[in-house]
Structure formats: C-alpha cells, structure tokens
C-alpha cells in the first residue's frame, strides 16, 4: 500500500503512513493534502485502485450522501472562436464538422434549459463559444437569465462566456446567475502547449473576479492531452488555491480536425486515479464527471460516482453523450439518487430523504476508444429534440 516515505516530505502535508483508509480518515479529522501526497496517491499502483476508490468514496459519502447533482448544458452559441484551444472543436480553423450558430434566441435557450430541469438538472450552464463577452452579450445573457429564473426559481444557473472584463461579472450576478464557469483546464505549466491565444492568468483572474462579485466559482481540468502526473497535481492545487467550488474534470475528446485529433492517453483506472486524487485535494468542492466520460471512462463509469457527485446530464456542447435516459439509470443501478433542485446547495444537503428517479430506457452507445466523439445533431441549434 503506501510508501511511508513518500509522504514525508512536505511540511505543508500531513503524514500519512498507513492505508488509504488512513488517508482518508485524517482528511475528515480537517487535515489537507498536499502535492506530494498527491502525486503518491496518482502513482499508486492501478492494482491498488478498488482501495484509493474506496477511501475517496468515504470522502465523498460525508460531504455529499449518495446524491448526484445534475447538470445541464446549454450551449448558447456554437463555435467560429477566434481563440486556439487546442483540445476544442470551437477553436479557430477547426474542421471539425460542429455545429456552428450564433446566439439562439431567449425563447430558444430557454426551451432548452427547461427541457434539462425536466430531465432532472438542478443546474442550468448557459455556455458561448468565444474570448470572452461584450457588454452587450452579457445583457442579452443577463436577459434571458432573469426571465429563465423569474419561470424557475429553484433552478441553478452557471454562465460560461470566456474572460470577463471588468464590471461584467457583477452584471451577471445581479440578473441572478448564482455561478461562473471557467476552466484553468490544465497545469500553467502546461498552458502554452496547449493554447497561445491567452494565458493562464487570464483564466485565473476570470475566475478569482467571479468568485469576488459572488459568484460560485467553478473551474476544473482536461486530463488526456499529454500532461504529466506532476502537471495533474499542479492544476488540482492551483484550483484549490482558486476556491473552485465546483471542479469539472473532463476527459479529453479527441476531435478530428483539431490538433488533439487520435490522441489517446487515458484508461478507465487511470481515470478514476485522477478522481480520487480530486477529491482527496478538495474532499468539499462538488466534483463533476463531465467530457468524455463515456469513451473514456466506459464500463467504469458507474463506479466514479462513488468519488464524484455530479455529472453533465446528456449531451455535451458539441458532441452527443450517452441518452439520459442511460445516465439515470447508471446513478440508480449503482444506488445513488438525484439531487433535488430545491436542496442542490451544499448547506441544504441534510438528510432529507429523497426518492429515487425513475429511469427510461436505455439508448444507443456513444463513441468508445478510438472512435471519433460522435457530433452533436440535436438539442440547441437544431431542430432535433435535446438528450435530456
Ligand atoms: S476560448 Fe473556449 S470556445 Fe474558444 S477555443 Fe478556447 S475553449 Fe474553445
């Protein structure tokens, strides 16, 4: 099990010599883990991964009961990005065949947002594609935000709209958006490999202005795009450091036509190492199971809700997931149960008792290892019922 040498040697860490179990435990006595730790925990071997499993679903357990959140994308305008992500299929000169719209209209986004909280999402993420938004993009968001809350109060919004400058984020906050999603995506270590077109620090403060108008700050990780180990631990304490209360961990979707085309790092037990490494960093933050968990994760997807608590209901912004008709059913055949709007708050997760979802039928697969991540043709943008 642990090599009690390799976790003594921060002082900033406590000492953990025993099991996972031990771990565990020492974090829900209020002690914190460190990087080194962490890398230990990601390096452990694959082998041992039912035990740092188990131990990160102790975590897990205490903090969020066997709840999972819900949450729903609505990808509001839909590639044609001046910026050159390189793991995106909105990146500039990607040929990736996506969709590509403006903005849809209020009526548009909305039907879209309330057919996610029929779906069971406690949490609405309107998301554009771009740097960042105008001024008067933030009203037009603004505008439908506020009428999409005055129709459904006890429903959660995020907004994902890129690098905010200043003032908009307090905009935001003020029409009733209750969170802001920007991803630190990698290490900054990493950043530049990845994208050149901005830095890391623009996310960082993106993220740090929303956190300070108000909003909950969520911001999470790409894994898969050739980051080393350390890179992963570095990325997961920086959003520590960030107060990131809502941490997506995506895996990366290779796109044809973006650079990141046939790469192909990840395997299910590597996946759920990096999870359980997530929630030992931040045992408190609602952890998400969100891109790529279907190719990535496959049969094992089920068993990362014992260390994450939520996950992106149906599809993504540009490519199909799973029917949600099969992602309610994986939550309840591995006996969890969704997360009610009216409690989707952290200090609302008491002990109410809750019932579990009923689940429809189960759909066609999605794009396994290998295979390109199937493109979305439905939901926003289309005519096409959305997977929700
Ligand atoms: S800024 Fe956003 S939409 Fe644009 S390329 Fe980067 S990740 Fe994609």
Known sequence: MFNKT???????????????????????????????????????DPADYLDLLAAAAALRRRYFGNRVKLNYLVNLKSGLCPEDCSYCSQRLGSAAQILKYTWLTPEEA???????????????????????????????????VGDFKTRNPQAEVCACLGILKDGQAERLKACGVDAYNHNLNTSESKYSQICTSH??????????????????????????????????VEALFALRELGSESVPVNFLMPFEGTPLADTWLLDPVKCLQILCVARFVAPQSELRIAGGREMHLRSLQAMALHVANS????????????????????????????????????????????????????????????QEPVLRRRGAGTARQPNA
């Open 6 to 44: 390799v976790f003594n040697n921060s002082a900033a860490t406590p000492v953990p010599t025993g099991t996972f179990r031990d771990l565990a435990e020492r974090l829900l006595q209020g002690e914190a883990i460190g990087p080194d730790a962490a890398l230990a925990l990601l390096r452990s």
């Open 199 to 232: 830095e890391f620090s623009d996310r960082t403060r993106t993220v740090e202005a929303a956190k300070t108008a108000g909003l909950s700050p969520c911001s999470g990780l790409i894994v898969g795009m050739g980051e080393s180990d350390e890179e992963i």
């Open 110 to 144: 909305i039907s879209q947002a309330e057919q996610g909280l029929a779906g069971g999402a406690s949490r609405v993420c309107f998301v554009a594609s771009g740097r960042g938004p105008a001024d008067r993009d933030v009203d037009r968001v603004a505008g439908l």
């Open 311 to 370: 996950i992106f209901l149906g599809d993504y912004l540009t490519s199909e997931g799973q029917s949600a008709a099969e992602d309610l059913a994986m939550i309840q055949d591995a006996g969890f149960v969704v997360l009610d709007a009216a409690e989707s708050r952290p200090d609302r997760m008491a002990d109410e008792p809750q019932t579990r979802t009923e689940a429809g039928p189960v759909a066609e697969p999605v794009a396994g290892p290998g």
